[in-house]
């Protein structure tokens, strides 16, 4: 029983379910598995996301809701500030195919709007190339 326990916590600890905090500044939660560069834009809405986005942008949000949905079908990447695996932004972000790195708290505070970014779901980290 001592052994199935200890499974079943390493197993919570590893989808990142244990309450334990694993990210800072801009790096999170990757999703994917190709880096993706574009222009970052920010949004704390679905309906400003849509206004600002343009087809394969990085959409950088706080979080996602199914309100983002179609949203997230025209960005090339997504970057949230909270999240983990199991968010909804990643899951939509597997579901649809484009990277993400969910999580990074200091997402909509370091990256400018208009900026050229990269996203790394391998390694987890967003990187900012070239401010507007």
């Given at each position: 029983?001592?052994?199935?326990?200890?499974?079943?916590?390493?197993?919570?600890?590893?989808?990142?379910a244990d309450g334990e905090v694993r990210t800072t500044g801009l790096t999170g939660v990757g999703v994917g598995d190709t880096v993706y560069r574009g222009v970052a834009r920010l949004a704390h809405s679905p309906e400003a996301a849509l206004q600002q986005l343009s087809p394969g942008d990085v959409l950088v949000v706080?979080?996602?809701?199914?309100?983002?949905?179609l949203v997230l079908s025209m960005a090339g990447a997504v970057v949230t500030s909270v999240g983990g695996a199991l968010s909804h932004a990643a899951v939509l972000a597997r579901e649809l195919g484009i990277p993400a790195v969910v999580g990074a708290p200091t997402a909509?505070?370091?990256?400018?709007?208009?900026?050229?970014?990269?996203?790394?779901?391998?390694?987890?980290?967003?990187?900012?190339?070239?401010?507007?």
């Open positions: 029983m001592a052994r199935i326990a200890r499974f079943v916590q390493q197993v919570i600890a590893e989808i990142g706080p979080c996602t809701t199914p309100a983002f949905n909509l505070s370091d990256i400018p709007d208009g900026a050229m970014v990269e996203v790394d779901p391998v390694a987890g980290v967003v990187r900012v190339v070239a401010r507007p």
